[in-house]
């Protein structure tokens, strides 16, 4: 594995949350470097399976070879169409890691750093959607706000996206260089801090994350067995809330719901009943884990 690739986030918790059975068919929806993938490999026999989804072609460079390893090349919102595609209708466990991968990061050609200039892609599958320069390019000032406000908790989001907007009226944008002339002068506070809040949104909207989580999250349920584990680790408040929410009640709003006779319907117990987050001594280690959250539950 390249040292350099990606830095797996809570590695161990995350594995060890799987509780992991040797003879098991277990998914890792977001194979990135493989770091989780291995793990669980080194926890099966030769009875056992794993299946790793994701939809960025650049993860073919670490890649496994292992029989018991099958890779989909795919988004997790396909989680249950591909399973069963390939003949699986149950697995004993799930594993989402939902941070952008450090190889994401350091290529300056995916866009989605602001610490080069290269073009406004940030697309993790780049063969298909719209790229952040045709957001930024062709969306009212009120989608613009709309994003940045949900998607980055950017403060004064109704004010960059009309500045935003009148700054393609003559020229359009093409490259980060182009996004960080009009962003820079309306940060608030901590520019470092305001650039990751719009960057975030728009890579966010450009990928449909918080759509994808949902339907992945949904499928989830449907294909786990009985006593399987789902473990997700999140990297903000968005996607924390949208996981505890739906491990709490199968919904995305978090209320429980109960059938005819008052029964409630909770079809998951929660593992996890404060999420697991990294020790200081990884965050040292790699400051990128500073903000991920490990939520647990278990299928009844």
Do not use: C, W
């Not at 009640?249 to 719901?257: I, M, R, V």
């Amino acid at each position: 594995m390249s040292a350099t690739y990606h830095t797996t986030v809570l590695l161990n918790e995350a594995v060890e949350a799987l509780n992991v059975r040797p003879d098991g068919t277990y998914v890792d929806a977001t194979f990135g470097g493989g770091g989780h993938s291995r793990l669980i490999l080194m926890g099966l026999t030769t009875n056992g399976k794993l299946i790793g989804f994701d939809q960025d072609e650049d993860v073919r460079s670490q890649m496994l070879e292992d029989k018991r390893f099958m890779f989909l090349n795919h988004n997790f919102r396909e989680l249950k169409r591909m399973l069963r595609f390939s003949a699986i209708r149950r697995v004993d466990g799930i594993l989402a890691d939902l941070g952008v991968s450090s190889h994401q990061f350091d290529e300056a050609e995916r866009g989605f750093s602001y610490r080069f200039d290269a073009p406004l892609d940030m697309r993790m599958n780049q063969n298909e959607g719209k790229t952040a320069a045709d957001i930024l390019n062709s969306f009212t000032a009120e989608n613009l706000q709309k994003i940045l406000s949900e998607y980055g908790e950017v403060r004064n989001a109704k004010t960059l996206a009309q500045a935003l907007v009148a700054a393609r009226s003559g020229k359009i944008f093409q490259n980060i260089s182009d996004l960080l002339a009009v962003s820079d002068p309306l940060s608030m506070g901590d520019k470092i801090r305001y650039r990751s809040q719009v960057f975030q949104a728009l890579r966010m909207e450009v990928n449909d994350e918080v759509g994808a989580l949902k339907d992945f999250l949904q499928q989830s349920l449907d294909v786990l067995t009985t006593g399987g584990r789902l473990a997700v680790i999140t990297f903000h408040s968005i996607e924390d809330r949208l996981v505890k929410n739906f491990m709490k009640s199968a919904n995305f709003d978090g209320e429980l719901q109960s059938d005819f006779y008052g029964n409630i319907h909770r079809p998951f117990k929660v593992i996890t009943k404060k999420p697991i987050e990294p020790t200081q001594e990884e965050i040292r280690n790699n400051p990128r884990a500073r903000s991920a959250k490990l939520r647990v539950a278990e299928k009844v």
